[in-house]
């Protein structure tokens, strides 16, 4: 699908530094993504090269990542740090990657999958978020809520 729902610019969804949790349920209905990788949840405006990718299928395969980036021009907070490699079609699955000071947490149906620690404000080129598509795009085919 190339249906996607991005929200209002708003100076409380800027994360740099701050403590949050991005949480979700999807979905996919194709794996892996046909054309082009599916990026269910990203930050900023949808369209930036560095803009969090909380969520990336690659076209290779069944896994789900967490890229997040400081500078706007490398992957130098996370870099494809593996979520879960073990996607199938038509199955939910819930995802929560949290910040709390330095420390990072991604966790995949409700079990803890990695831990690491950066001190850096997360780039994003918009102070929002899409739900749906990343990287201009890299549509998601399936569901999220």
Same mark, same amino acid.
């Given at each position: 699908?190339?249906?996607?729902?991005?929200?209002?610019?708003?100076?409380?969804?800027?994360? #740099?530094?701050?403590?949050?949790?991005?949480?979700?349920?999807?979905?996919?209905?194709?794996?892996?993504? *046909? *054309?082009?990788?599916?990026?269910?949840?990203?930050? !900023? %405006?949808?369209? #930036?090269?560095?803009?969090g990718l909380f969520g990336y299928?690659?076209?290779?395969?069944?896994?789900?990542?967490?890229?997040?980036?400081?500078?706007?021009? *490398?992957?130098?907070?996370?870099?494809?740090?593996?979520?879960?490699? $073990?996607?199938?079609? %038509?199955?939910?699955?819930?995802?929560?990657?949290?910040?709390?000071?330095?420390?990072?947490?991604? +966790? +995949?149906?409700?079990?803890?999958? $990695?831990? +690491?620690?950066?001190?850096?404000?997360?780039?994003?080129?918009?102070?929002?978020?899409?739900? !749906?598509? !990343?990287? $201009?795009?890299?549509?998601? %085919?399936?569901?999220?809520?």
């Amino acid at each position: 699908s190339t249906q996607y729902l991005t929200t209002a610019t708003n100076a409380n969804l800027a994360l #740099g530094t701050s403590d949050f949790t991005v949480e979700y349920w999807f979905n996919p209905s194709v794996m892996p993504p *046909s *054309s082009s990788a599916g990026i269910p949840v990203c930050s !900023g %405006n949808g369209t #930036g090269t560095y803009d969090g990718l909380f969520g990336y299928v690659p076209t290779s395969g069944s896994y789900l990542f967490l890229y997040l980036s400081s500078t706007g021009s *490398s992957w130098d907070i996370a870099n494809g740090v593996t979520i879960t490699s $073990s996607l199938v079609v %038509n199955n939910w699955y819930h995802v929560a990657i949290t910040r709390s000071g330095s420390t990072f947490r991604t +966790f +995949f149906n409700g079990s803890l999958v $990695s831990t +690491f620690t950066s001190s850096a404000s997360i780039y994003q080129s918009a102070n929002s978020f899409v739900i !749906g598509k !990343g990287q $201009s795009n890299n549509y998601f %085919n399936g569901y999220i809520i």
